[in-house]
């Protein structure tokens, strides 16, 4: 008992550990939040597309020497912002907005990082994460922008239920959709411009849509759904990062196989739909109606 | 005769540079029930979107208790196709038939005992009380018609505009439907409905309006007796399907 009371307290000794445990603790809660509106809207697509436009940002700031999380949070916010408004135009279709700008983000932000002296070091932190080299300030700056977060979904979640449920009745009855759509790009965005430092660029997606998408198959109730994936979100990132250290292996690589490992284990065994659950409650349905 | 609820004049609306409704003049009452009727593409989802104030106006004046559209916003009940709402959304019954008042609430979603009230009135009109937790991806077709109506109905309209609510629906739910329709009239909602189901409309509706991007005719179902005018609104150069979709012949 002890040893393993050893193991979970013993790398809380160092600072970087302490930093890293909270971020990962935030970025898991946050994403877990946001993502479960995100996979409700079907919107994966957009979240991965806010991954990636993020990095010009954060490559400016690199070079110039600003604060990442700002950098980020502008460049997608931006992108976001001019993906809603070109994807007004009816004879495009969403998605192909979406892959242009986003390309065209992640394009210029190797093309600004490039021009940076040492930029293959740093491009491969923004790439995979580098949650044990996380500043004090970058901790900061995380937790205000995760509490203004939560705030923003608890305010604005009936309202965007409501317009994910059905556009058409929302708008008819006069709420505002369009500034709902603002809303949920631009909370998108800064949810995942602050777990980027946590598991890169690339993987960022996989804690926004894998912890609601594992809530979703757990639950038919959107309430619990809503509790169940930053519950799962952060649990799923500290395990991770646990594991990370007691094998020392990357961290945000383990935080994302980790989520994908709750995802699936919920996929098999979800009370009502899972695959195998399901099977075992199909088949005992069958023989109560065969003896009926 | 009381005072136009929805007042159309002269309406013309264009989508993607089409006119799809031109000189549209059409009136709904207090107590009215009025089916829209009219082949598809004649421009029914589009007079009912421009009622709701989706759709702007190329030409002409909808006002809606005197208000433009936009203004009215939020007052008038609808019930869109059940294609519209996402069905695979983790909600129960209560909770979607809700939404329908979500407008009215503040910004933290909380409601009061006037919105529990009048969503429970809705629920018990259209016999859902049962399945208040059900979660609504598990409903039936007719069910779900339901649960539809019932968030139209939460907001209390005066005014009620349904798109195609016969449409694969089962017996009970359309005799339910019938039935609510009815009432509610008599308790003095004006209710617009569009409908391809030509033989619930003439017995149901107390009046016709029968559209092909204009009103070809608006008038009492006993005064469209001439064939002509019907043959004029579908397009059509002999009676023959017409009459089947009534039931009048084989």
Redesign the interface.
């Known amino acids: 008992m002890s040893a393993v009371l050893d193991a979970l307290t013993g790398p809380w000794e160092y600072d970087f550990w302490r930093r890293a445990l909270l971020v990962a603790l935030l970025s898991g809660l946050v994403c877990g939040v946001v993502g479960g509106h995100v996979v409700l809207r079907g919107m994966a697509f957009i979240g991965d597309a806010v991954a990636h436009a993020v990095f010009p940002g954060i490559a400016v700031a690199f070079v110039l020497g600003t604060n990442l999380v700002i950098g980020g949070a502008v460049a997608g916010v931006i992108t976001a912002l001019l993906i809603a408004v070109v994807a007004q135009n009816r004879r495009l279709k969403e998605d192909s907005v979406i892959g242009i700008f986003f390309a065209a983000a992640f394009g210029l932000g190797i093309v600004i990082l490039s021009a940076a002296p040492g930029y293959g070091g740093s491009l491969e932190s923004f790439l995979f994460g580098s949650i044990l080299g996380i500043s004090d300030s970058d901790v900061v700056s995380v937790a205000v922008i995760g509490a203004i977060l939560l705030l923003a979904t608890a305010l604005l979640n009936s309202r965007l239920v409501a317009a994910t449920l059905d556009r058409e009745q929302a708008r008819a009855v006069g709420l505002p959709v369009f500034w709902l759509d603002i809303a949920l790009y631009v909370m998108v965005t800064l949810a995942i411009v602050i777990s980027l430092q946590a598991v890169g660029n690339v993987l960022v997606l996989a804690l926004l849509v894998t912890p609601a998408a594992a809530a979703r198959l757990l639950t038919d109730r959107l309430g619990v759904m809503m509790l169940l994936a930053p519950a799962i979100g952060a649990g799923g990132s500290v395990l991770g990062l646990y594991l990370s250290y007691a094998f020392d292996l990357a961290a945000g690589g383990l935080i994302v196989l980790t989520l994908t490992g709750i995802f699936v284990l919920c996929w098999l065994f979800a009370p009502r739909h899972g695959l195998v659950t399901g099977a075992r409650s199909r088949r005992s349905t069958a023989v109560l109606e065969a003896k009926s | 005769m009381n005072e136009p609820i929805l007042h159309i004049r002269d309406l013309a609306v264009h989508l993607?540079g089409r006119e799809v409704l031109s000189s549209v003049d059409f009136s709904l009452r207090a107590g009215e029930l009025v089916g829209l009727i009219g082949p598809n593409g004649a421009g029914k989802t589009t007079l009912l979107r421009t009622a709701?104030?989706?759709l702007p106006p190329h030409r002409g004046v909808v006002t809606v208790h005197g208000r433009t559209a936009r203004q009215a916003?939020?007052s008038?009940g609808?019930v869109?196709q059940r294609h519209?709402?996402?069905w695979d959304?983790?909600?129960?019954v209560a909770?979607?038939v809700a939404?329908?008042r979500?407008?009215l609430?503040g910004?933290?979603?909380r409601r009061g005992a006037e919105d529990r009230a009048a969503v429970d009135e809705a629920i018990a009109r259209v016999g859902l009380d049962g399945l208040r937790t059900r979660?609504v991806?598990?409903l039936s077709g007719g069910q779900r018609q339901r649960v539809l109506v019932a968030?139209a109905l939460a907001?209390r309209p005066r005014v009620l505009l349904l798109d195609e609510p016969f449409t694969g629906i089962d017996a009970p739910t359309q005799e339910l439907l019938s039935r609510l329709l009815t009432e509610l009239r008599d308790e003095g909602v004006a209710v617009l409905m569009t409908t391809h189901d030509l033989a619930a409309a003439t017995a149901l509706c107390s009046r016709l309006c029968l559209l092909n991007r204009t009103v070809v005719a608006d008038d009492e179902p006993a005064a469209l007796a001439d064939t002509d005018i019907w043959l004029r609104t579908f397009g059509l150069e002999r009676a023959e399907q017409l009459l089947r979709s009534l039931g009048v012949t084989r």
Request: no cysteine; aromatic share 10%.
């Open positions: 993607g709701l104030g989706l916003q939020g008038l609808y869109p519209e709402f996402a959304f983790p909600i129960s909770k979607a939404t329908g979500t407008h609430t910004l933290l979603g979660p991806g598990e968030r907001l």
